[in-house]
């Protein structure tokens, strides 16, 4: 498959409330991968309504899926896009799920209101 756009997201949203892939739950162990294909300039205005109004599955021929493991396989090495920073990568990308591995410290709740 050829892709303008291909997305592995951990949750909704980019941000922005652009819904990139909507129902996708931070906290169920599963990623979550969107397929947008070329598209005409035309069909622009409409893929962006959908992508803000959470309705991209609609969209014509966009695929959806969720899994706990993907891997991307293109025809070269290039570059890839990982929240916010852009790096060189291999034809052959995988990405996964690491359940539970993020450990967050926070001070105790009565600190913070202080």
């Known amino acids: 498959m050829t892709a303008f756009t291909l997305v592995v ?8 409330n652009a819904f990139i892939a909507p129902g996708a739950r931070l906290d169920d162990g599963l ?7 070329p ?3 035309l069909a622009a205005p409409a893929l962006a309504w959908r992508l803000f ?4 599955r609609q969209a014509t021929n ?14 070269s090495a290039s570059l890839l896009h990982t929240d916010g920073e ?20 926070a001070p ?7």
């Open 53 to 56: 109004r959470s309705t991209l």
């Open 39 to 41: 598209f005409r300039l």
């Open 9 to 16: 997201a951990n949750c909704c949203q980019y941000g922005n």
């Open 86 to 105: 852009v790096h060189n990568a291999p034809a052959d990308v995988e990405f996964s799920v690491r359940p539970a591995s993020l450990r967050v410290i």
């Open 31 to 37: 990623l979550n991968l969107t397929a947008v294909p």
């Open 108 to 114: 105790p709740v009565s600190d913070l209101t202080r």
């Open 62 to 75: 966009v695929t959806m899926s969720a899994g706990e493991k993907f891997t991307v396989h293109r025809a």
